[in-house]
């Protein structure tokens, strides 16, 4: 009975009821009715576009200023906008696809802003002409040969033009294409290194801390980077592999720092930001790789005899299950791959293409594409919050799936 | 304009996104049935907490992991 008057007093109390009363809406309300709001505005903006598109066939010079506008009021925010010009400039229609997967792939240097572009070193290996290293400024953006090379489709080709010809004049040569291998830095490469720097000044720095200062209380950096270590230590090494987890740590908060840094350091929309590197089939699949090689190097008798021949199954199951279990060995490091790849390729897809609406709909009317960047930009900064939350939960899930594998792998015999 | 939109991609690529969609539902369902089903599970026992939100993301992954798999092939068609 005591327990129930204690509780029975905030409920009686009506003050709150008072204040709905007199005209004060609770706070939660406004979400559905905002949401009302989103949908009617986004609704009767589709509906305007849809209709200026069938009356609006006879303007089309003040479109190509409204795209050139439009283009350049959001240059100043992504890469989008060098592509956008470019195609606004030359009077061709914006192509969101081309736009999306030039920001999500690689590419022979870095471009900064407007026309600006950091040049990276080119470094070709030909089994004719051997090697070449030169500045990826000497292609010009891609529309000069030179050294032999030049650029097709973002990826350097052999050719026999002389240097600083036009790529519209020059021609492939295939069979020198064929014994060309490409090993530039790239910007993939090159924000490689630099998150690569980032995560030796921070830990070498935080290490050095933790021996001067030992006993007392952490500082600086260490507050920041402290708690993660534990979180990885207790939440995802402890837990997933047992007692032998200090063997496994170095790897684990390798897997996951560089994987958290790099997710964050790709939602950065500039410089040394923007590049998609755990967005790279490539990456993931070193990473997933080093899993997979720990993983079968690690694996103890046990482990074996569970993939080769499950204990306490019948002979002829085996016939199925023994190539299942090592099909399963392959698949799993495989899914690891794919899912950091695709998770994070997936976010600045659907940010891009948010941002894309704006030229997708400025190009049919130029009120509709105005319009439509307040709700575009709404939705593009949602989506960067949600990613934030998914670069954490990406690094968390690829060193606890990882630390699972170890641990299935180095797990002792239970004595039944 | 959708319509047109729609109609411009052209068989493959429409046919591509329909997959990618129909994997999207399905992830959609799984994924909902995993909150949906941990929340309860979380209401119902408050102190377990930390072990219900580690395993609700962790098979959240997996779910997911099967959709991207879905994802990767519409993107391969549409690229090819």
Avoid at chain 1, 223 to 233: A, D, G, K, Y
Wanted: proline share 5%; aromatic share 10%.
């Amino acid at each position: 009975m005591k327990i129930l008057e204690e509780v029975d007093p905030p409920l009686r109390d009506e003050s709150y009821l008072r204040g709905r009363k007199q005209g004060y809406p609770p706070p939660v309300m406004s979400i559905p009715n905002l949401l009302r709001a989103a949908s009617l505005l986004i609704g009767s903006l589709l509906f305007g576009a849809a209709n200026a598109q069938h009356e609006g066939h006879g303007q089309v010079p003040q479109h190509d200023v409204v795209d050139s506008t439009v283009a350049a009021v959001v240059a100043a925010d992504t890469d989008a906008p060098k592509l956008a010009l470019e195609e606004a400039e030359h009077g061709g229609r914006f192509d969101a696809g081309k736009l999306i997967m030039g920001h999500i792939g690689d590419e022979h240097g870095w471009h900064l802003w407007g026309h600006t572009t950091l040049p990276l070193p080119i470094i070709v290996y030909n089994t004719e002409r051997g090697v070449s290293v030169f500045s990826s400024s000497h292609f010009d953006h891609g529309h000069k040969t030179y050294g032999g090379y030049m650029l097709h489709e973002g990826s350097i080709v052999a050719t026999k033009a002389e240097d600083g010809t036009d790529v519209h004049h020059a021609t492939i040569d295939e069979p020198l294409t064929k014994a060309t291998w490409d090993i530039s830095i790239t910007k993939n490469v090159m924000s490689l290194f630099i998150s690569l720097a980032i995560l030796l000044f921070v830990f070498i720095g935080v290490a050095k801390a933790y021996t001067r200062r030992a006993g007392q209380a952490p500082t600086g950096f260490q507050n920041l980077v402290e708690p993660i270590i534990l979180f990885v230590r207790d939440d995802v090494a402890k837990s997933a592999i047992g007692p032998k987890y200090m063997t496994f740590m170095p790897y684990l908060l390798t897997a996951f720092f560089f994987i958290f840094l790099n997710n964050l350091l790709g939602l950065v929309p500039f410089f040394p930001g923007g590049a998609n590197l755990t967005g790279n089939i490539a990456v993931t699949l070193v990473l997933a790789l080093i899993t997979f090689i720990i993983v079968t190097v690690k694996g103890n008798k046990h482990y074996w005899h569970h993939i080769l021949a499950m204990p306490g199954v019948p002979g002829w199951v085996l016939f199925i299950l023994t190539p299942v279990e090592i099909l399963g060995m392959f698949l799993k490091p495989f899914v690891l791959m794919i899912r950091l790849f695709a998770n994070i390729t997936a976010g600045h897809i659907i940010a891009l293409s948010f941002f894309s609406l704006i030229f997708v709909f400025g190009e049919t009317n130029a009120g509709a594409g105005y319009g439509v960047s307040v709700m575009s930009l709404a939705f593009t900064v949602f989506m960067t919050m949600l990613e934030l939350l998914v670069a954490f939960i990406q690094a968390y899930v690829f060193t606890f799936l990882s630390a699972m594998y170890i641990g299935a792998a180095v797990e002792e015999p239970h004595h039944h | 304009m959708f319509l047109s939109v729609l109609l411009d991609l052209g068989t493959g690529y429409g046919i591509a996104a329909l997959g990618a969609g129909l994997a999207a539902v399905g992830a959609g369902i799984g994924i909902g049935r995993i909150g949906g089903d941990a929340v309860q599970a979380m209401a119902r026992q408050p102190e377990a907490i930390n072990d219900l939100r580690a395993n609700m993301i962790l098979t959240a992954a997996l779910v997911e992991g099967a959709a991207f798999f879905a994802m990767v092939v519409g993107l391969l068609v549409v690229l090819k």
